[in-house]
């Protein structure tokens, strides 16, 4: 994902589309500040318009699942799967 309009809705899309993939490939979302977040099960995060929640396993949390990291999709810069040769890359000022 590339160009000078890219926007919360294209990463917003792009995540989904990630989500939904069969068979699911992790991918590692990185932020303007340089920290990443990885996405290992499809179940364990939710993405809306502007924010990506990541989520671990835990069998005594109501759902069997607990908060882990809440990522505002603004500050993506990169989405990267683990069978890419190269990232999407979310230009800066888009």
Do not use: C, N
């Not at 989500?19 to 995060?45: E, I, M």
Request: aromatic share 6%.
């Amino acid at each position: 994902m590339t160009g000078p309009h890219t926007t919360e809705a294209a990463v917003t899309e792009l995540i989904r589309e990630l989500l939904a993939r069969r068979p699911f490939v992790r991918f590692r979302v990185t932020l303007t500040g340089g920290h990443t977040q990885d996405v290992t099960d499809p179940d364990l995060a939710e993405v809306d318009r502007d924010v990506l929640r990541v989520y671990y396993r835990d069998p005594s949390a109501p759902g069997g699942k607990r908060w882990a990291a809440v990522v505002s999709l603004d500050h993506v810069v990169a989405v990267d799967t683990t069978e890419a040769d190269h990232p999407f890359v979310v230009p800066a000022g888009g």
